[in-house]
């Protein structure tokens, strides 16, 4: 194998954003070798769009499901990944991406990606960091994704580390679970805030269907389900009231997770992970999560090198 990557998408109804992402990654400095898109049931202009690229890109492959009406965000964009994941020979690849499809990639992304991976060989999944564009001034304005993950749109893996963690849970936490998955087993996840690696959110982080609160409630939830603790969601929801939207997105994950602690929501069922989760965010409460981070990653070490150097 030459540094082969696989990328899945899986989608509904994107038509407004698609041709700005499929435009960015046609014109990757290195294309992917596949590139499976996933209409998951769309009912606006997206199979046309999609029909036109096929057609054009022989290494786009589309798979259509039918629709099935309404589709949870977490578990259905999961489910609808492995829809497209689960039919292909992924050992022909060296590394796998679920890759969202409203996003406008800088030219050299996946190079960039490759070549750190190349560097070290502990980093089972990596990224840049996500921003989205001011509908009033036009600035783009960060995400605020920790460097100690790789973002959810765009989760480039190593294909023997998403095998090693067992891939994505089916759950609304899907995209946080496997970072930790990755720390816990040795790997290092990893995204990193340059110019080459920043690329535009085209639907911002949180803005789905039912608007920014709703968004924000589903992240607290998932934050209460991953297991993590009510002082650390406190903390994180007064750190992103500092950045937009503010007050109220930080309010708003902060409720989602406190509601679900009221209703008795049902958590993540593997507690050693729970545990390792619990850990290490106190240390980040502690140390800061910079510090924290650099010391877990040269911590589990030894648990990578028994199994892979």
Same mark, same amino acid.
């Given at each position: ?30 294309? +992917? %070798?596949?590139?499976? @898109? ?21 290494? @786009? ?16 964009? @999961? ?7 689960d039919q292909v020979d992924v050992s022909q690849f060296d590394y796998v991406c679920k890759f969202d499809l409203d996003l406008d990639l800088p030219p050299k992304y996946f190079e960039i990606l490759i070549e750190r991976m190349q560097q070290n060989p502990r980093i089972g999944t ?28 765009t989760k480039f893996y190593r294909r023997t580390c998403f095998e090693a963690i067992g891939g994505f849970v089916r759950q609304v936490m899907w995209d946080g679970i496997d970072c930790h998955k990755c720390r816990q087993m040795g790997w290092i996840a990893v995204s990193w805030d ?50 937009? +939207? ?23 069922? %593997? ?39």
């Amino acid at each position: 194998m030459n540094n082969k990557y696989l990328l899945v998408s899986p989608c509904r109804n994107e038509s407004a954003y698609m041709r700005i992402t499929l435009d960015s990654v046609v014109n990757q400095s290195v294309q +992917p %070798d596949s590139w499976v @898109i996933v209409d998951d049931g769309s009912t606006d202009e997206t199979p046309k769009i999609l029909a036109e690229y096929a057609e054009k890109y022989p290494f @786009i492959k589309i798979i259509t499901r039918e629709n099935r009406g309404h589709r949870s965000v977490g578990p259905g964009v @999961i489910e609808a990944f492995y829809h497209g994941y689960d039919q292909v020979d992924v050992s022909q690849f060296d590394y796998v991406c679920k890759f969202d499809l409203d996003l406008d990639l800088p030219p050299k992304y996946f190079e960039i990606l490759i070549e750190r991976m190349q560097q070290n060989p502990r980093i089972g999944t990596c990224s840049g960091k996500a921003y989205f564009r001011d509908k009033k001034t036009g600035e783009l304005i960060s995400e605020k994704c920790g460097d100690e993950m790789s973002v959810g749109m765009t989760k480039f893996y190593r294909r023997t580390c998403f095998e090693a963690i067992g891939g994505f849970v089916r759950q609304v936490m899907w995209d946080g679970i496997d970072c930790h998955k990755c720390r816990q087993m040795g790997w290092i996840a990893v995204s990193w805030d340059e110019p080459d690696l920043r690329f535009i959110h085209l639907r911002p982080m949180g803005s789905s269907q039912q608007g920014i609160v709703t968004g924000r409630m589903r992240h607290g939830f998932g934050q209460y389900f991953m297991g993590t603790g009510l002082t650390y969601m406190t903390a994180s929801s007064i750190f992103r009231m500092l950045h937009p +939207p503010y007050f109220l997105g930080g309010a708003a994950m902060w409720w989602g997770y406190v509601k679900s602690m009221l209703q008795g929501k049902p958590r993540f069922d %593997d507690k050693e992970l729970v545990r390792f989760i619990n850990k290490y965010q106190w240390q980040c409460l502690l140390k800061g999560k910079t510090k924290a981070t650099e010391e877990l990653n040269a911590q589990q070490a030894k648990v990578w090198d028994q199994q892979y150097a």
